[in-house]
């Protein structure tokens, strides 16, 4: 299958030729067509000029919160009390993570090989991101909301006469005030880790809002300076006669 593009004055025409022998429909054939066609490929040094490397900036900035969120959602899900249970079954930090990096990949392939191609898939994976950084905010804040170590620092002897026990020894106190203080410490690290993490969300949110930003804009460059260079010859007929008469 081959794909030719005319354009005219607010016009552009596509004209897909199949291939009868293919087994594929046609809608994979013409998405097939699109993604190997040399005007969506072919490597623009005007998009270029224009993204400089602010999107591997960005992209080296995705990656590293990917790191991040994987690294730190790790401590919280091994302490068994930094997670809540939608933490522990569905492990989104590490696939969101993930997903950061890539984001990031594409940043990066999209600046060193800018092709109307890769900077349309960076912009919608880009818009993607933004949805999946305000979810990462809304889960992190709900996990610090239920971050609580109600566990530690429990009496586990459920002996009659020591429930009945109304005193306790000056060790048994010593022992209660340092595992108090130990928890308040744990808590503390829980929820910094947490907050770290919702921080981070917010940085995501703002990278790929300026990634997705930035590549509207270079292909609107794009496109201007295409619009540019396709004069009609003929508006400058007139004045090279009217010259050469001269």
Request: net charge neutral; proline share 4%.
């Amino acid at each position: 299958m081959s794909v030719s593009m005319t354009k005219a004055d607010g016009v552009t025409v596509f004209t897909v030729t199949s291939d009868p022998q293919s087994s594929w429909p046609p809608l994979c054939q013409i998405i097939k067509a699109l993604c190997y066609s040399p005007v969506c490929c072919t490597v623009s040094e005007n998009m270029r000029r224009v993204q400089r490397t602010s999107q591997s900036v960005l992209g080296a900035l995705h990656i590293m919160v990917g790191l991040l969120n994987i690294g730190l959602g790790a401590i919280l899900c091994c302490s068994l009390a930094g997670s809540w249970y939608q933490m522990d079954e569905t492990l989104f930090p590490f696939w969101m993570g993930a997903l950061f990096m890539l984001f990031g990949i594409m940043c990066i392939l999209s600046e060193k090989y800018p092709s109307p191609c890769l900077v349309i898939v960076n912009v919608i994976l880009n818009l993607a991101g933004v949805a999946l950084a305000i979810a990462a905010i809304v889960l992190y804040s709900i996990n610090i909301a239920n971050i609580w170590l109600w566990r530690m620092c429990r009496r586990y002897d459920y002996d009659y006469g020591y429930r009945h026990q109304t005193t306790t020894s000056p060790e048994e106190q010593l022992i209660q005030e340092q595992c108090m203080e130990a928890k308040a410490l744990t808590l503390m690290i829980l929820r910094s880790i947490n907050a770290v993490l919702i921080v981070l969300s917010v940085l995501e949110l703002c990278i790929t809002i300026s990634s997705a930003t930035m590549g509207i804009k270079t292909l609107k460059n794009k496109e201007k300076q295409e619009n540019k260079g396709s004069v009609d010859p003929e508006l400058y007929k007139p004045l090279l006669e009217e010259v050469a008469t001269k």
